[in-house]
Nanobody, 121 residues
Framework: QVNLVESGGGLVQAGGSLRLSCAASGNIVSINAMGWYRQAPGKQRELVAALTSGGSTNYGDSVKGRFTISRDNAKNTVYLQMNSLKPEDTAVYYC???????????????WGQGTQVTVSS
């Protein structure tokens, strides 16, 4: 069974840092892309950062220069380092895995359960 398990959310003061992790479990041999979206109350889900297996990155405009996405392909894990956090970064952060393949070439596209990030002013 394939799953995505997130960790690292919590409460932090403005200007602080947090690191989120998302690990794909199950018999996965490759993943095309992994990344993070977030959703604040009353707002639409928005892209935070994405990273392909080839190393291409894409960031939401509001986090450029503050957040960094990285990936450990051997561990099927993606990380989001969040620095200089602002109250407007408060949201539930969702990890996703796009194009997760098993040895039998079965494909999974999954979302994590979400982790809360709260930034106090």
């Amino acid at each position: 069974q394939v799953n995505l398990v997130e960790s690292g959310g919590g409460l932090v003061q403005a200007g602080g840092s947090l690191r989120l992790s998302c690990a794909a479990s199950g018999n996965i041999v490759s993943i095309n892309a992994m990344g993070w979206y977030r959703q604040a109350p009353g707002k639409q889900r928005e892209l935070v950062a994405a990273l392909t297996s080839g190393g291409s990155t894409n960031y939401g405009d509001s986090v450029k220069g503050r957040f960094t996405i990285s990936r450990d392909n051997a561990k099927n894990t993606v990380y989001l380092q969040m620095n200089s956090l602002k109250p407007e970064d408060t949201a539930v952060y969702y990890c996703y895995g796009d194009g997760m393949y098993t040895p039998t070439h079965r494909r999974y596209d999954y979302w994590g359960q979400g982790t809360q990030v709260t930034v106090s002013s």
